[in-house]
T-cell receptor, first 116, second 114 residues
């Protein structure tokens, strides 16, 4: 049972345009969401996060949007650059009040290719 | 400040053998989690250790085990290897894993079982 789903295994975008990566979750206990970027032969690196008390968080070219009612989040990259080509994973964490250790649950990833 | 270090980077083993992977977390971090990455499956959570105790466990068979030492270094062991165990094994460290959620990953160990 995948609690965090990334339904698009791949996405190709032209350089300079917007990249939109999507992620859906099913567990209503999740209240903190993160995006990681992964290059081949490297470990994932943290990109941006959002708490459930917000619906948007921005950091430079990266913006994450959260729609709690739809249990959906998205990552926007504007403008996209060839160096952004990587696998992007979304991850979710339960509430600090859930009694768990806030274990991260990851989606299956989306391969983004930015074409020059 | 050194990042998360995993050794070895690459490993080839034969079916039925066992393997031990090592992870040194960021200095001061006490939580170490292990993940398995296979194509199309994303990062599957194996287990988490905090202060030498297993705090969380994913849905993997008992052939997968781990431990954490007093210096927070962690090892993961897989016994009776199967071909399907071929994967990238990633370790992630966090300061406590409770109030903070951002995890810092190592480069991973690529295990190939032949």
């Amino acid at each position: 049972d995948q609690q965090v789903k990334q339904n698009s295994p791949s996405l190709s975008v032209q350089e300079g345009r917007i990249s939109i990566l999507n992620c859906d979750y099913t567990n209503s206990m999740f209240d903190y969401f993160l995006w990681y970027k992964k290059y081949p032969a490297e470990g994932p690196t943290f990109l941006i996060s959002i708490s459930s008390i917000k619906d948007k968080n921005e950091d430079g070219r990266f913006t994450v949007f959260l729609n709690k009612s739809a249990k959906h989040l998205s990552l926007h990259i504007v403008p996209s650059q060839p160096g952004d080509s990587a696998v992007y994973f979304c991850a979710a964490s339960p509430s600090v009040f859930s009694g768990s250790a806030r274990q991260l649950t990851f989606g299956s990833g989306t391969q983004l290719t930015v074409l020059p | 400040k050194a990042g998360v270090t995993q050794t070895p980077r690459y490993l080839i083993k034969t079916r039925g053998q066992q393997v031990t992977l090592s992870c040194s977390p960021i200095s001061g971090h006490r939580s170490v989690s292990w993940y398995q990455q296979t194509p199309g499956q994303g990062l599957q959570f194996l287990f988490e250790y905090f202060s030498e105790t297993q705090r969380n466990k994913g849905n993997f068979p008992g052939r997968f085990s781990g431990r954490q030492f007093s210096n927070s270094r962690s090892e993961m062991n897989v016994s009776t290897l199967e071909l399907g165990d071929s994967a990238l094994y990633l370790c992630a460290s966090r300061f406590t894993g409770t109030g903070d959620t951002e995890a810092f990953f190592g480069q991973g160990t690529r295990l190939t079982v032949v």
